[in-house]
Nanobody, 120 residues
Framework: QVQLVESGGGSAQVGGSLRLSCAASGKFLSIKKMAWYRQPRGRQRDMVASITSDDTTEYADSVKGRFTISRGNTENTIILQMNNLKPGDTAVYLC??????????????WGQGTQVMVSS
């Protein structure tokens, strides 16, 4: 009933920038929270940035000042602007959202992920 589709992944040099997008679609009443997670190969999945329905944002310490999460121009879309990329940013980036599918019922969904590779 609901889907998240990421786009914008790819390769960049150290110090470069990438812009990731996540588009939500399907049948739902609202989206309470959307977030970006990342999972480097062989490591755990960690939250990178999140934004709530009232526009409250949170960031992992490792990306503060470099990454910005925001709402996209298209409804139900979020953007992760990634600046001053570092090798440690290399990972699969996954979009996550908490959907209100019926009144009072939340559904947690994940996108398929998009690869980000940062090299010198």
């Amino acid at each position: 009933q609901v889907q998240l589709v990421e786009s914008g992944g790819g390769s960049a040099q150290v110090g470069g920038s990438l812009r990731l997008s996540c588009a939500a679609s399907g049948k739902f009443l609202s989206i309470k929270k959307m977030a970006w997670y990342r999972q480097p190969r062989g490591r755990q999945r960690d939250m990178v940035a999140s934004i709530t329905s009232d526009d409250t944002t949170e960031y992992a310490d490792s990306v503060k000042g470099r990454f910005t999460i925001s709402r996209g121009n298209t409804e139900n879309t979020i953007i992760l602007q990634m600046n001053n990329l570092k090798p440690g940013d290399t990972a699969v980036y996954l979009c996550n959202a908490d959907f209100e599918v019926t009144p009072g019922l939340l559904y947690d969904a994940w996108g398929q992920g998009t690869q980000v590779m940062v090299s010198s």
